[in-house]
């Protein structure tokens, strides 16, 4: 294995408002156990190599979720956090996601929140989570009941902070004043997938996170596998995780947001990105997550990675950036397209902006 020089190693930043930094690349834990059926997935001692080599690049972040492998991915991880320094590591799992025992093993009730919570922590071998994230919101419970029980976990001590995950902006916005009016600890960070192929929590959700000052924590930045050049043009994949993605889909007649069908217009974005990989020495799966570190409301990028090589190659991203030319390119490339009432709105507002009232407009659309 490679040396890994100290000025490639991780960045820091401060997770929202809060006091705490992260490395700029979190180690997400998907990979980590059997799921779904996906094959290849890590065993218990390739997750700890994975684990062991991302803390030498400066790594202190690691994103996992009860439902990874029904709980497998927390096995792994907590036998591993077993043998380090507690501290060291800002640990983040998830609930919400139907767990499947019983009618009530899912959503975001006090009662499955609770429950959930216990599960993790006896998983992963800790008294505390540092960032307990609600993995998607819940049309069912209020979103009173949801936080105000997340508020008292972080007020009894087993949680630090508390985080979201796939949410609309109308979605985010309540959750966000619901706190304020009950004086509840806010969120700090918002999970999306977010990648070149998939833009479109800039419309809505990411305005709320500059507003209020929330980090994005974009998932799946390399479309799994999709952006790291993995399927070809015209063809369905038959490898990996996208090739078992295609595979079931195919089979039970699913969309999978990993695997649509794949538009011209994301197989030109990957030559680009290869074209300018190219000039920097780097692969594509590379510049597709220099493009999402560069990107403002990005806190850390998670990402996902199934052997070593994939690991070493996906945290070296720190030492070289992308001209501004150069993102502009990829931002033209695979600008979402514009739909009513954002080009309306642009449109009437060319040209009007106000530096006291902030930046808060992510220009994302194309024109
Ligand atoms: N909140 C949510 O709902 C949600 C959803 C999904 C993920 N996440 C989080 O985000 C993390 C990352 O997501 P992800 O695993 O989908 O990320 P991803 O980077 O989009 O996909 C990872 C997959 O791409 C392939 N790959 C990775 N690096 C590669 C490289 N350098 N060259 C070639 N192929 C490469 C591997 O698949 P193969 O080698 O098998 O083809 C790997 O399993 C997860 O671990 C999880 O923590 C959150």
């Known amino acids: 294995m490679a040396a890994i020089t100290e000025d490639s190693k991780v960045k820091y930043s401060f997770l929202g408002k809060t006091g705490i930094q992260v490395s700029n690349i979190c180690l997400g834990a998907l990979t980590f156990g059997e799921m779904n059926g996906w094959p290849g997935q890590c065993d218990e001692s390739l997750a700890h190599t994975i684990l062991d080599r991302y803390m030498e690049w400066g790594g202190n972040f690691i994103d996992t979720s009860n439902t990874y492998g029904r709980g497998g991915s927390e096995l ?9 320094h507690r501290h060291d590591v800002v640990l983040a799992t998830k609930c919400g996601i139907n767990m499947g025992r019983t009618i009530n093993s899912r959503g975001l009730s006090r009662r499955h929140i609770t429950e959930s919570l216990e599960g993790s922590l006896e998983r992963l071998r800790t008294h505390y989570v540092d960032i307990y994230q ?6 069912a419970t209020l979103v009173e009941e949801t936080y105000r029980t997340l508020d008292d976990l972080v007020r009894c001590g087993k949680v630090r902070y508390v985080g979201v995950s796939n949410v609309t902006g109308w979605q985010l916005q309540k959750i966000v004043e ?10 700090v960070s918002v999970q999306q997938q977010y990648n070149l192929a998939c833009r479109t929590s800039e419309l809505e959700a990411f305005q709320v996170c500059k507003n209020e000052g929330i980090s ?28 078992w993605v295609a595979h079931s889909q195919t089979r039970k007649g699913e969309a999978h947001p990993h695997w649509e069908d794949t538009s011209d217009q994301i197989f030109d974005l990957i030559e680009l990105a290869i074209e300018i990989g190219k000039k920097h020495g780097r692969t594509i799966a590379q510049v597709a997550i220099r493009w999402l570190l560069q990107k403002d409301v990005t806190s850390s990028v998670i990402i996902g990675a199934r052997t070593l090589q994939q690991l070493d190659q996906n945290m070296a991203v720190n030492d070289w950036a992308l001209s501004a030319d150069e993102m502009k390119q990829l931002d033209d490339a695979s600008a979402t397209a514009g739909t009513y009432p954002y080009v309306f709105i642009d449109s009437l507002n060319a040209g009007r902006t106000n530096a006291n009232t902030g930046d808060y407009y992510v220009k994302s659309v194309a024109a």
């Open 216 to 243: 994005v924590l974009p998932w799946s930045p390399l479309k799994g596998g999709l952006l790291a050049g993995r399927v070809r043009r015209g063809q369905k994949p038959t490898e990996g995780r996208l090739g």
């Open 134 to 139: 609600t993995h998607i919101f819940d049309n």
């Open 76 to 84: 792994m991880v907590g036998s591993w956090l077993e043998r380090q």
């Open 178 to 187: 619901t706190q304020k009016h009950l004086g509840l600890n806010p969120i």
